[in-house]
């Protein structure tokens, strides 16, 4: 079976990751409120991996522009539009609970639908990656990737793996599962064959000079 990583891109209608630039509230007087983020379930260091997270919640964007169809909000926790939605519930065991993705001025940024939901299908990366043929490294305990192959055995439709560096902790997905997402329109995305793609770790800096179209042919983090 033929592997391909999902990987962020940065552009000026999304940036890479939701975690600075959006925040979920459960309502519309939570959102209005003065609470302070850090004290939400969701994002507390305690509580933000298992708690219940809000239906029909609200996430405020710092950008109206901003037009995503998959991305991170905090630790495992992620919205989708309702294309990728239709997608993902295939092939993962998940809540997606309703959310209104809004402005500061808590205004829908579009008609489209959006959902949160929690990913928990981490794998060892012992049991997924061909070790004979791929390149990595650890790093203070954190698994660091170069070059990656999977495993033929493998029959994974879409998963994690655990302990990997922030910067490279991302979706892996099978050919079914690409094929399904490129029927649909997104343009926050890029797919990426697993063996050939182009990691970063979180000690690399040298990005940060390079051009947009030279930041998105490396995988970033979703």
């Known amino acids: 079976m033929n592997y391909f990583v999902l990987s962020a891109t ?22 209005n409120s003065s609470i302070e983020p850090g004290s ?27 037009k995503m169809s998959f991305r991170n909000i905090n630790k495992n ?15 993962i065991n998940a ?62 439709n879409i998963f994690k793996i655990k302990d990997i560096d922030p910067a490279q902790d991302t979706f892996f997905i099978s050919e079914i599962v690409k094929n399904g997402i490129e029927k649909i329109e997104f343009n926050d995305i890029k797919i990426h064959i697993v063996s050939t793609a182009k990691w970063r770790d979180s000690d690399d800096f040298n990005v940060m000079f390079l051009e947009e179209n030279e930041v998105n042919e490396y995988v970033w983090p979703i």
Do not use: M
């Open 10 to 31: 940065q552009s000026e209608n999304c940036p890479i990751s939701l975690v600075e630039d959006a925040i979920l509230y459960s309502d519309k007087e939570q959102a």
């Open 40 to 66: 939400l379930p969701w994002y507390s260091y305690k509580t933000s991996g298992d708690c219940e997270l809000p239906k029909n919640g609200i996430l405020v964007l710092k950008s109206k522009k901003t």
């Open 77 to 91: 926790i992620y919205v989708v539009n309702e294309h990728f939605k239709k997608i993902l519930q295939n092939y």
């Open 95 to 156: 809540d997606f609970l309703n959310v209104n993705v809004v402005s500061e001025k808590l205004e829908a940024i579009d008609e489209k639908g959006y959902f949160i939901f929690r990913f928990n299908n981490l794998v060892n990366y012992i049991d997924v990656i061909d070790l004979n043929k791929s390149k990595y490294e650890f790093s203070e305990g954190a698994l660091i990737l170069e070059k990656v192959q999977i495993l033929e055995s493998i029959n994974e």
